[in-house]
């Protein structure tokens, strides 16, 4: 189109060039009517020595007319070109924003993709579903402005001398629009591409966060299972009996607590080991209460008190003295007949009494503490009435033992555990800082002597 105007330009330099003539003549153009015979002469009305004939200023602006819109395609093209940059910029910075949301990735394993030196996806959304939507948005608007700008620009402005000077409408040149369409066409395809890549991202990720998530949940069940297995079998004590409660401060949220419950009863022996320096008082080993009586049965000092055992709140004292750090072998026995009552040190019967809660049946379903006394049941315990020390071996029986079994389990040379409360590991649990530690009470007893 270019070279046409040019050569046009050039025609008409020509023939005003050729005008004059060597010696100075002056040769007179004038322009033939439609349908005349060349050879004719006309009129002086038709020359225009002076001047130009409309046919020619017709030419001009036609020529002006394909220049300007020559520059406006130039500029129209230069404008898409930017837009093109503008989208590639868009889809690298799309790109970064993906490769930032795989952080689960190794970077050992490499990258498809260029990596950016920073994030500046922020006029993109975060997720990759409304990334995908945005790239597909900006695909469409680049598209149809692109296709706008082919049916815009498909026909240009020409002379037509036929018709009388009138303008008509020429194709686009092919190269234009086969330019146009190679354009769109790389880059709808790179699109597309760069869409399949953020989908293909994507369920990659997900899928390495579902695997990272079941290894996870995999690795807590197998350290559930091992506590579990470790809570059942206790490998810190050799057998379920050997172990021991330390209650080492005088505080009121350091306890144990028997996790079985007592059946009603109309005798009972207490049998433990205690060991304990505590001053004053060795404070309370047991206690147990039901609902209405928390001091249903309690053995306690308490100050500068002797060693007192309660039964529904009635106190018998007792001749007993354990708090010389050493290991002492406790019985306590009582029958609802008369209220009768026997209290046993290391296997020596110290002192009996009766009328202690004479025919009161021990109340069923209640609580037994280790290490506390209880103002209600299971609870509201006062540290100046805590046991300081360790006990071990404490079994409940639902009659009175013989004298000759006291003995036995005093010397170790008897095994018994108590057919209401037996001492096992899994009936025993400690709170508030009260540990268990693995004891052979019997090994441990002779090395203190």
Known sequence: MLTLVVGLFYLLSGRAARSQDVAGGRFVCNAIPPGAEPGC??????????G???VEDELRNTIIQLRETILQQKETIVSQQGTIKELNSKLARCEAAADESSQGKSRG??????EYGKNTMGDLPRDPNETMDQLGKTM??????LENLEQQS??????????????ALAPLPPELRELLRQRLGALETQLLRKVAELEEEKSQLYNETAAHRQRTESALNSLLERIVELEKSNNAFKSPEDFKVSLSLRTNYLYGRIKKSLPEMYAFTVCMWLKSSASPGIGTPFSYGVPGQANEIV?????????ELLVNDKVAQLPLSVSDGCW???CITWTTRDGFWEAYQDGERLGTGDNLAPWHPIKPGGVIILGQEQDIVGGRFDATQAFVGE???FNMWDRVLRPVDIVGLANCSAYMPGNVVPWIDANVEVFGGATKAALEICEDRAFDS
């Open 328 to 330: 002492h072998h406790i």
């Open 299 to 307: 053995l306690i000092e308490w100050g500068n008190n002797p060693i």
């Open 391 to 393: 006990l071990s071996q």
């Open 140 to 145: 469409q608007t680049l598209k149809g402005r």
């Open 41 to 50: 002469g006309y009129g002086a009305a038709l020359n225009r020595v002076q």
């Open 52 to 54: 130009s004939s409309p």
């Open 109 to 114: 394993q490499g990258s498809r993709r260029k």
């Open 154 to 167: 498909l026909r240009l402005p020409t002379a037509n001398a036929s018709s009388g000077g009138v303008s």
